[in-house]
């Protein structure tokens, strides 16, 4: 069985709850991975993170503290597998809820070669791409251009690793880092229909944040965000598309 870890913070009692709930409808056993933000070694391990220079120099706004913790509980995470026997694990937030069965899906990626790749479950049902395999009944996207959020992906350990090299030091979201492929390395594909999205009873902090941090002129948000997206667009235009070279082998070398 494929290891879960849900990120949430300790004090997050109803969410945990609800997470609890979700798990305890299909029987299906998970480990929670306390977030940070709690302490003040947490403050300390973001500054030693985030680099705040390539931030001002390279993105739209300052990262709230929020969007920095957040970050850094992924990348614990990812440092957990890449540091276990695992060969992938699926990771959620804690917002997350499940808007189909996992199981089939988890059972079918236990059978598949996804060591050195990413799968985003919560890319909805109405997304664009490239069917590049299947996953259970599900179909396996590829897109250039991936859609936000991190509420709910599995990861492979080679992958785990990839990732946490390539965000020693970090400046932007993460949900924002992962869409640059040519930076990081990492295949990263979509599930079609999606198995997790947002709860809607979730107040979030990051987008609250967001909205705070924008600069105060709006000539100047205008202008660093075209900055960011002429970038971005530059950036794919340059590199190959975010694929992998037959990623999805099942383990005994043919074709899933």
């Not at 959020?149 to 785990?160: H, P, S």
Request: contains cysteine; glycine residues 6%; hydrophobic residues 40%.
């Amino acid at each position: 069985m494929v290891q879960t870890y849900v990120l949430s913070l300790k004090s997050s009692r109803d969410r945990r709850l609800a997470v609890q709930s979700q798990f305890d409808r299909y029987g299906l056993p998970f480990q929670f991975f306390d977030a940070l933000g709690d302490a003040a070694a947490d403050a300390t391990l973001l500054h030693n993170h985030y680099d705040s220079e390539m931030n001002r120099k390279h993105f739209k706004r300052p990262m709230s503290s929020p969007e920095g913790y957040c970050y850094l509980g992924h990348r614990a995470i990812w440092q957990h597998l890449a540091d276990s026997d695992e060969d992938v694990a699926m990771v959620l937030e804690d917002d997350f809820r499940f808007v189909a069965d996992p199981r089939p899906m988890l059972a079918a990626s236990a059978s598949k070669n996804l060591r050195g790749v990413m799968i985003k479950l919560d890319g909805g049902s109405e997304i664009e791409g490239t069917t590049i395999g299947k996953m259970g009944k599900a179909a396996l996207v590829q897109r250039k251009v991936l859609t936000a959020r991190t509420t709910g992906y599995l990861i492979g350990r080679d992958a785990a690793k990839s990732l946490l090299a390539s965000s020693e030091r970090f400046y932007r979201p993460i949900d924002l880092d992962l869409k640059h492929f040519w930076e990081h390395g990492v295949p990263i594909f979509l599930l079609k229909p999606a198995v997790v999205c947002e709860r809607d009873d979730c107040a979030s902090l990051l987008s609250t944040d967001r909205k705070t941090l924008k600069p105060a002129s709006q000539f100047l948000r205008f202008l660093k965000n075209l900055k960011y997206q002429l970038a971005f667009r530059y950036g794919l235009l340059r590199n190959s598309c975010n694929e992998a070279q037959s990623p999805f082998l099942s383990k005994n070398g043919k074709t899933g």
